[in-house]
Each structure stands twice: as structure tokens, then as C-alpha cells.
């Protein structure tokens, strides 16, 4: 859902308030034209002389130009791009911004003249699908691109604003960039590091491991635009947090239980990267997908460092929640979803956005080693440094000078301006990006959703009749939120080990039918059809997450402990919380419902061997399982709860088909308590396949197919659309199929 603004975008032309701000006189060290220091992508961009601003505002469709002077900072006009842009750059000089927008397919160039107080877009250039992250060389003459789901780096020459190439096998999903800068005054041997964001699977091992998977970051050369090389960011071994048992070694909890099993972490999800003199560091949410679950041992926030000198892991991995476990003081806040981070670019440190937890940390690195280290308070060295931003900051820019930080926050739709002169520092402004949705439409429900979909905390308004807001509903300390394994509402691709077996995460954009306008339609929920109502997830924000939950007596505060309330197929009428005068559960459905996107394929529509292997889908039948328009036969066709006779197991038994995928001796077939799983003999959920291409090398419920070739190898599975007859016994014809399956995104027509 975007909220749209009606100025047409061709003729688009900036609403200055005023003529913009001439540009504040330049720092002594700044070499003029020319950026001071390593870049990196981020929502947000300053120019050389840091005197403007530009934020991307994805939800919005458009980005917002601020004027900056120290830490005077003026909103001076908002244009409207393409859209849902994510990534924005400006050229050193702040003759032109550039915006990524990710639906759009397209980079939008907007000439600003500053004199005459004009911003305007002057051109729209095509690169793959779904860019994300801008970044410029250090001089600006060229702008690196990741184009996520084509899985290229598109370089455009920013004289001329062409593309002057098309970087293929970049690696999967490449998101985050950053460009080395040596000072020597031209850019032609600088190395550009691109994260790719989901973790790809270590050989040898199976997800629900806490070592299964790898960061992975792609080097690339400006001096031929070509691949350099490939970096394998390892899992971290210790992530310094203990469980009761482990459940991939069937070594359940002793009774009482005891935290002593240490647990590991994989890198996953690297949005962002920074460098500082010869280390490159990618924040990241680590993956500890081991059983049994508890608060404190599913995701972490990782820190992994790379060595430029040899282009391979620095083995100095932190998890950076430890250093809030450490605290002393009892008030804590974890440091959730790291997204992005700066570097000053005087001293040896940086600061890190906690997307879910509203904060900006700071940590400190070793110039020699790499090492970093979170930073104390220095008013107060019994907690952690946690300077207070707006909802869901993304990212953060630090002025040469070190003076001014200024974030970019993804769900208020503003900007926290920092003051980094004083210690601690100091939030001095938060000033408004982009408009939010007006109080009581439907977009306002979806963006309320979105807030508690990506919040940690759950620090809502105060309970009626008191002034205190209400603490800790969507996890303990800020631990948890469901975008911590469902960024963007989309799947983390990891297969947790959770109470009824291995279950990779599924992705939200397959629970309601998208071709419906009312999205009345939804599909059973979960591998093993137990839950049918979003509120069912309630579990997951008070087992998983350690938190308050959504759900309340009548009161409108006490939390509900009633048990019924909490198994999954027995209630439909629960009493929500109310957060910003909606049910927190209604919005939440509704962010669900409209406000996650399907990943857009790259493939295209008309090419011969995706509509021959349509052909091939439909000859196999594969529609009977993988039909309509969700891609899934399962359908929610009753009202909660249901009919007794349909359960199982806790399992909805009709919706469940078995297609030979449950092998009970798999290492990771396992509860998180380590016993042999119940379900999983009846069969599973047909999975949506819709924009199934988008997440890698990880298939059916436990992962254990690593391509969709594994997928079709299964002959039960392959042949159960057509009676046990195997139409699909050529690889040639497979392989063709899976052209079609990758094809599979929002615009693909269904097979009824
Ligand atoms: C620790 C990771 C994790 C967290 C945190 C998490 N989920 Fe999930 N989610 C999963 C996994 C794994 C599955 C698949 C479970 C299964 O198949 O049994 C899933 C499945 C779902 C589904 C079912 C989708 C479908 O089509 O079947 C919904 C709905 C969902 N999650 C909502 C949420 C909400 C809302 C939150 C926050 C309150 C949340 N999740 C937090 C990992 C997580
Ligand atoms: C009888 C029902 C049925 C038929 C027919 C069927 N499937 Fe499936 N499919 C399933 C089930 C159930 C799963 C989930 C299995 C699991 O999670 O272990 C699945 C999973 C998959 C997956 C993995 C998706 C993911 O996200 O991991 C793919 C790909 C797939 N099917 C493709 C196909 C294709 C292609 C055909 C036709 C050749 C086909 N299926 C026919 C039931 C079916």
C-alpha cells in the first residue's frame, strides 16, 4: 500500500518551502567534489560539504531534501521518484540524488539546482529487478547499483547517467555496498563489497544447526567492474548464550532445566556494510535455529568483519546482545535487527541502528585487529550506550566532521538529528520525512501493523486511565519481533527447529489471496495446518519473544493468561490490545494482508522454456497441490474454530497431503525438545510457490532439498498430481519446469 501524492512525476518540480539553503562553508579537511572517506548505501545520503540531506521515503514513493548546517537541519522539499525507493545517493557536489526504486526497476536521477531552489526527476534509467542499494565512488563518477532479485550490480557513468555495465552473478540477493576510498584522487582501483542478504547453506550441514549457513559478501573491482572474488562469513560458534538441552544432538531439557548447552550463530540477513581502514564490517541478524527455543537463543546481533587486505573473514565475529547481557544495570534494551551502521571518520568507531529496538549504539574498533567492541553509557558504565531514535531506524549517516549523526526511520517516516559533540550524545531534532496515513483509514491500520511487526519492544500508549506506557509486549528486553525472522514480512529463510519439528520460515506473502480485493481468502497457517488465525502467533510473541503479548482481559492491560485463549485451533474471539486506537492483532492481519510485497522475479513471462514448462506443471498436474492464486491448495474454509473431527494431531488433517518429504532419520527431523516429531507422517501444507525463486537453496519444511532440482527428484512427489504416473522422468523436461518455477511471482497468471 503506498500513499500516493498527486503531483505527476514528469512534471514533478520541488515545493521548496523557500530557495534552499547555498551550501554551509566547507570543513577544513574536506578535498572539495569529493567524499571524505570510504561509501556505503543507505536510505539516506549527504553531500561532500554534508549542507544537504536526502531520505528515501519507500512507503511514500518519494525522497525529501533536507538543508544541514551543524546540526541545524531544515526540510526543504519532498519528490516524488518511483516507486518504492530504498536507497538514495547524492553526488558530492549535490548537483543530483539518485533513487533506487525497487518496484519501479528503474534508478531515478533528479537534478537539483540549489540556487534556483528546483529539484526535479529528469530521467528514470532501467537496471534489473528490484534495486536497492546506491553507493558512489569517492569522487562520484560512478554509482554501483544492486539490482536484489536479478542478482547483478548495475554501473552507471553519473556524467552521462547511461549504464556502462551490467555485472552478472553478483551473488544471491545483493543488497548493502560499500566502496573502499584510497585518497589517491581518482577511483580506478577501488574494490566494492556487496552483501548478499540471506546466507547461503555450508556443505556438509543441515539448517537447524547453528553452523548450517554463511554470510556471504561479493567483491567486485572498479577498475574492470568485474567479480573479484567471494567472501564466506563463517558462523560464529559461541554466540555466548546457553540452552537447556540440544535438540539436534537429542538431548532434551533435564527437569529442572539447566542453561548450560552453549549454542552458535549463523550470519543472515546483511543489509548493510562499512568500512574503516583495512576492516569491512556487515551487521546482521545471526540465525541460532538449534532447539529448544527460548528467548535468548533464536536470532542474535551479529558483527562480522572481513580483512580487505586478503578479502577473507577477519574471525573476529561479535554478537553484539552480549554486551547488553553484561550490563549491569537491570534496564536493557537488546540491540534487535541490526540493519545498518556509520562509521565516524575520525575516530575508530561507528554507530549501529537497532531496527527493532529504537536505538542507536555505538561500538568501537580496533584499527589493528578488527576487533569491536559495543560502547558503554559514559554517564552511566553500567549499561549499554542506546541514544534514543524514531520507530524502525534503517539507517544513519555521520558528517565528516564526526559532529552530527543523522537516522533514517522507516516507520514514524523521520529523521533523528544527533548531536555527537557531546557525551553522551544527544538527540537535538527528529523532523519529519514523509506524510504518515491519516488516523482511522486502512492504511492507517496496515501501518500500525507494520509497527508492531518490526518492534521489539511494544511500548504502546499508555493503558487508559494511567500516563505509563505499556512495557515489554512484543518481547523480553527487546529480544524478539516477528521481522527479526520475517524481514519485511517476507522469510528468513532458516529452518528452525521448533516444538512440532524443523520448520523453514514461511513468507508471508503467501497467506492471503492477492488477487482477491477483500484478501478474504487465506490459507491454513504453518507446515502442519495447527494454526488458522493470525492471533495464534500470540505464542510466538510469548514463548519465542519472552514478551507481554497482544492479547488482554477485559480490562483492556491484564495480559490473558486463560489457556484456552492460547491453543491455536480453539479460540476466534480474543480482546486485543488497543495500540494507537486499533486491535493491535487487526492491524497486525492487516499489514499481513496488504502490506507485504512478493518478491518480484526476474524471469520473463514470454520466454519459450518458462510457458513450456508451465506446460509441463500442468501436465503433472502439480496444480491440484500448488493451484490458485496463492499457489497453495490449502484453504481456510471454515470460521475458527473448528470442527473436532478435522483435527489431528493438532493438525487440521484435511488440509495435509503427503508427497514422501517426511523422513523421520533426516539429523535435523526434531522437536526442539529432541524428540522424534509427531507430525509430519500425515503430510504437510502444500507450500505456496509464489515468488518462490527468491528464497535460496533451502526447500520443504526441514530444508533438507537444497535445490528445486532435489525437490523433483522426489518421484512420489513429482507423480502425485497424475496417480503415481511419472510424467517428469526426463531431467531435460525438469529442468524446464523449474524454468517455469522461478518464473512464479504476483504477475503470473494462476493455474485454477
Ligand atoms: C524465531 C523465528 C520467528 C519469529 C520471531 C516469528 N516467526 Fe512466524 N514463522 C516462523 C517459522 C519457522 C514459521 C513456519 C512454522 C511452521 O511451519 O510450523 C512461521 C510461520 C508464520 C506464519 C504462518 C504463515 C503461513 O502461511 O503458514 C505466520 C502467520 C507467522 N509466522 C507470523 C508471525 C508473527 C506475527 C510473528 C511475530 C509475533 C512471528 N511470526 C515471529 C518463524 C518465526
Ligand atoms: C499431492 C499434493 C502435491 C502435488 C501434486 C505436488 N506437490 Fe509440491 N508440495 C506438496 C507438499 C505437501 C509440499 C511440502 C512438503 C514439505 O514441506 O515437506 C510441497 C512442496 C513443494 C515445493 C517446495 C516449496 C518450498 O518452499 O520449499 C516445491 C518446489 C514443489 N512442491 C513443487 C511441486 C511441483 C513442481 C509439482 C508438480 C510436479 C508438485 N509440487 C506437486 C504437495 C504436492
Redesign the pocket.
Same mark, same amino acid.
Request: hydrophobic share 35%; aromatic share 12%.
Given at each position: 500500500m503506498h500513499a500516493r501524492s498527486s503531483a505527476s512525476l514528469s512534471t514533478a518540480v520541488m515545493v521548496a518551502t523557500g530557495i534552499l539553503l547555498a551550501p554551509a562553508a566547507p570543513t577544513a579537511h574536506l578535498v572539495d567534489g569529493r567524499f571524505f572517506g570510504p561509501t556505503s548505501s543507505q536510505p539516506l545520503a549527504l553531500t561532500a560539504n554534508e549542507s544537504l540531506l536526502a531520505v528515501a521515503n519507500p512507503d511514500n514513493d518519494s525522497v525529501t531534501l533536507f538543508s544541514v548546517a551543524g546540526t541545524e537541519v531544515k526540510r526543504l522539499a519532498e519528490v516524488e521518484v518511483g516507486r518504492e525507493p530504498n536507497g538514495v545517493a547524492l553526488l558530492p557536489d549535490g548537483t543530483k540524488a539518485y533513487a533506487a526504486n525497487t518496484v519501479g526497476g528503474t534508478v531515478a536521477v533528479i537534478r537539483i539546482n540549489r540556487d534556483r531552489g528546483v529539484a526535479r526527476v529528469i530521467d528514470r534509467i532501467r537496471v534489473g529487478t528490484e534495486p536497492y542499494g546506491l553507493a558512489l565512488t569517492p569522487n562520484g563518477t560512478k554509482l554501483y547499483v544492486t539490482n536484489t532479485r536479478s542478482n547483478s550490480v548495475t554501473v552507471i557513468d553519473t556524467q552521462t547517467d547511461v549504464v556502462i555495465r551490467t555485472i552478472q552473478n553478483a551473488g544471491f540477493e545483493p543488497r548493502g555496498l560499500a566502496i573502499t576510498n584510497d585518497d589517491d584522487g581518482d577511483d580506478a582501483d577501488e574494490t566494492v563489497y556487496v552483501t548478499q542478504f540471506l546466507s547461503l547453506p555450508v556443505p556438509g550441514k543441515i539448517d537447524g544447526q547453528d553452523d548450517a549457513k554463511a554470510g556471504k559478501v561479493t567483491a567486485i573491482s572498479t577498475a574492470t567492474d568485474a567479480v573479484i572474488g567471494e567472501i564466506t562469513l563463517n558462523p560464529l560458534a559461541d554466540a555466548g548464550f546457553r540452552a537447556a538441552g540440544d535438540a539436534i544432538a537429542r538431548i532434551p531439557p533435564a527437569t529442572p532445566p539447566a542453561f548450560t548447552f552453549p549454542t552458535g550463530a549463523y550470519p543472515n540477513q546483511l543489509n548493510n556494510i562499512g568500512i574503516k581502514g583495512k576492516y569491512a564490517f556487515v551487521p546482521n541478524v545471526g540465525a541460532s535455529p538449534n532447539g529448544p527455543i527460548r528467548f535468548d537463543v533464536?536470532?542474535q546481533s551479529l558483527l562480522s568483519v572481513i580483512d580487505t587486505t586478503t578479502n577473507a573473514d577477519a574471525q573476529q565475529t561479535i554478537n553484539m546482545h552480549r554486551a547488553v547481557a553484561q550490563q549491569t544495570n537491570t534496564t536493557r534494551r537488546f540491540l534487535t535487527i541490526p540493519w545498518a551502521l556509520a562509521f565516524k571518520h575520525l575516530a575508530n568507531e561507528a554507530y549501529v541502528v537497532s531496527a527493532a529496538s529504537n536505538v542507536l549504539f555505538k561500538i568501537a574498533v580496533n584499527p589493528a585487529t578488527g576487533a569491536a567492541a559495543v560502547q558503554p553509557d559514559p554517564s552511566d558504565p553500567t549499561r549499554v550506550l542506546q541514544i534514543p531514535t524514531g520507530k524502525n531506524p534503517r539507517g544513519v549517516v555521520v558528517t565528516s566532521g564526526d559532529t552530527v549523526a543523522i537516522v533514517a526511520n522507516y516507520v514514524s517516516r523521520d529523521i533523528t538529528v544527533i548531536d555527537l559533540t557531546t557525551q553522551p550524545e544527544r538527540v537535538v531534532a527528529t523532523l519529519q520525512s514523509a506524510a504518515l496515513p491519516a488516523p482511522g483509514t486502512v492504511a492507517d491500520l496496515i501501518h500500525v501493523g507494520k509497527e508492531l511487526?518490526n518492534t521489539s519492544i511494544g511500548e504502546f500508549d499508555p493503558a487508559p486511565g494511567t500516563t505509563t506506557p505499556i512495557r515489554g509486549r512484543m518481547s523480553a528486553n527487546g529480544w524478539?519481533?516477528?521481522a527479526?525472522?520475517?524481514p519485511n514480512g517476507l522469510s528468513d529463510n532458516v529452518v528452525?527447529i521448533?516444538p512440532?519439528g524443523p520448520?523453514?520460515?514461511?513468507s508471508?506473502h503467501?497467506?492471503f489471496d492477492l488477487t482477491d480485493p477483500t484478501r478474504k481468502r487465506m490459507?491454513l497457517?504453518?507446515?502442519?495446518a495447527?494454526?488458522d488465525e493470525?492471533e495464534d502467533?500470540e505464542l510466538?510473541?510469548r514463548a +519465542?519473544?519472552g514478551g507481554q503479548g497482544l492479547i488482554v482481559q477485559a480490562d483492556g492491560i491484564t495480559q490473558d493468561t486463560t489457556v484456552v485463549n492460547l491453543v491455536p485451533l480453539a479460540s476466534a474471539h480474543r480482546n486485543q490490545l488497543t495500540v494507537h486506537g486499533v486491535p493491535a492483532w487487526d492491524a497486525?492481519k492487516a499489514y499481513?494482508q496488504y502490506g507485504i510485497r512478493p518478491p518480484i522475479s526476474p524471469a520473463i513471462k514470454s520466454d519459450p522454456r518458462v510457458q513450456a514448462g508451465r506446460l509441463l506443471f500442468t501436465a503433472a498436474n502439480c496444480q491440484s497441490c500448488h493451484g490458485g492464486p496463492q499457489w497453495t491448495s490449502s484453504r481456510l474454509d471454515y470460521t475458527p474454530p473448528p470442527d473436532a473431527s478435522r483435527i489431528k494431531n493438532g493438525q487440521i488433517l484435511d488440509q495435509l497431503r503427503a508427497v514422501g518429504t517426511f523422513d523421520p532419520s533426516a539429523l535435523n527431523e526434531v522437536t526442539a525438545n529432541g524428540a522424534s516429531p509427531v507430525v509430519g507422517p500425515d503430510g504437510f +501444507?502444500p507450500d505456496s510457490l509464489l515468488s518462490i525463486f527468491a528464497f535460496p537453496q533451502t526447500f520443504l519444511?526441514n530444508g533438507t532439498a537444497s535445490s528445486l532440482g532435489d525437490v523433483l527428484d522426489n518421484v512420489s512427489h513429482r507423480s502425485a498430481g497424475t496417480g503415481g504416473v511419472d510424467v517428469l522422468s526426463s531431467a531435460a523436461d525438469r529442468a524446464t519446469l523449474i524454468q517455469f518455477l522461478l518464473s512464479i511471482d504476483a504477475r503470473t497468471r494462476p493455474i485454477p
Open positions: 533464536n536470532t511487526y524478539g519481533a516477528c527479526a525472522c520475517h528452525w521448533f512440532s520448520k523453514k520460515t514461511i508471508q503467501t497467506d490459507r497457517l504453518n507446515h502442519n495447527e494454526r493470525q502467533f510466538n510473541i +519465542v519473544s497486525i499481513i +501444507v519444511h
